[in-house]
């Protein structure tokens, strides 16, 4: 294993009685990089990050977590990572400062640093409301405050913008990117591939507890672009997709020479469309 995999599963796999829920994963993660798990409800991803976490044990293979293996997971590991997950509680009775407060003490952390994040989430005007009190969008940004506090090395994310609104996504996007440039390893799960899309450095697509394709979005996108298609608009306003062939680089070339042309693009596959030519199942 190299230094710099903060991350390095090799052949996990997880039975529970009479269902295998994960199967021979393999992948890494370095510092600095966004590693996104993009499956289906069902396909595992929680498993894993449970799994990463110390949470829950794998029935075979290797995982470590910063050179510590995941058998090993104590609670001094906890110093070094962050986790954000659906069932990370908050004190409903306690205002967002004093929700900061006690794990700052816990992590040991000056408590400086607890304005300065509740600033980054955009909650230091607010720290003074009870955390039962706050929208949605706003107790997502406090837990991810929370997790976030220590500067840990490693962010495990279980689908943090699920059901969020638009602009929360943006904003809770932007810290995730802004960790990312401080040098911390992200490993995030979701079932929204336009978030996948536009987070992640690598992808791992899951489906039924096996990984399906890997790479940079990009690259998946592009591996399964077999079917060359553009998608074309006329001037008569009629629209076309047309396959790449002989026949249509003739058409384009007479709409271009005759000024007909008003668009074209090139219609590369979607990671929706990957996963479905991969899987025969959507992702929702
Ligand atoms: N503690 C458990 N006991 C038995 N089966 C479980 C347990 N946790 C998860 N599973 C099963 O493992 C599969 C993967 O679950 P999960 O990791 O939660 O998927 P995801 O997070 O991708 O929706 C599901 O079929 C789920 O029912
Ligand atoms: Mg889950």
Redesign the pocket.
């Known amino acids: 294993m190299t230094q710099s995999n903060i991350i390095n599963v090799q052949h996990i796999s997880k039975q529970?009685?009479d269902?295998k829920?994960l199967r021979d994963l393999n992948f890494t993660i370095k510092a600095g990089e966004i590693f996104g798990f993009l499956?289906p409800?069902?396909?595992?991803?929680?498993?894993?990050i449970k799994i990463l976490t110390g949470q829950m044990k794998q029935s075979s293979g290797f995982a470590s977590v910063l050179n510590v293996s995941t058998d090993k997971i104590n609670e001094n590991i906890y110093e070094q990572i962050g986790i954000v997950t659906h069932n990370s509680g908050l004190y409903d009775k306690l205002s967002v400062y004093k929700n900061l407060e006690i794990f700052s003490k816990l992590l040991n952390v000056q408590t400086s640093k607890i304005d300065e994040t509740l600033k980054k989430v955009g909650l230091f005007e607010d720290r003074k409301k009870n955390a039962g009190k706050l929208s949605q969008g706003m107790r997502q940004r406090l837990v991810l405050a929370r997790a976030v506090l220590h500067s840990p090395k490693v962010l495990f994310l279980d689908e943090p913008t699920s059901g969020l609104d638009p602009s929360t996504q943006v904003e809770i996007h932007r810290l995730i990117r802004e960790l990312r440039d401080k040098g911390t390893a992200i490993f995030l799960?979701t079932h929204n591939m336009e978030e996948a899309e536009k987070l992640c450095d690598h992808l791992a697509l899951l489906n039924d507890?096996k990984i399906v394709e890997t790479g940079t979005p990009q690259e998946i996108r592009l591996n399964h672009n077999k079917k060359k298609r553009y998608k074309i608009l006329l001037k008569n306003n009629e629209e076309l997709v047309l396959s790449q062939s002989e026949e249509t680089v003739q058409k384009i070339n007479w709409w271009m020479t005759s000024n007909e042309l008003v668009t074209i693009h090139s219609c590369e596959p979607t990671l929706e469309t990957v996963f479905l030519e991969v899987t025969g199942r959507n992702l929702i």
């Open positions: 529970f009685k269902q829920a499956g409800s069902g396909a595992g991803k929680t498993t894993t799960t507890g």
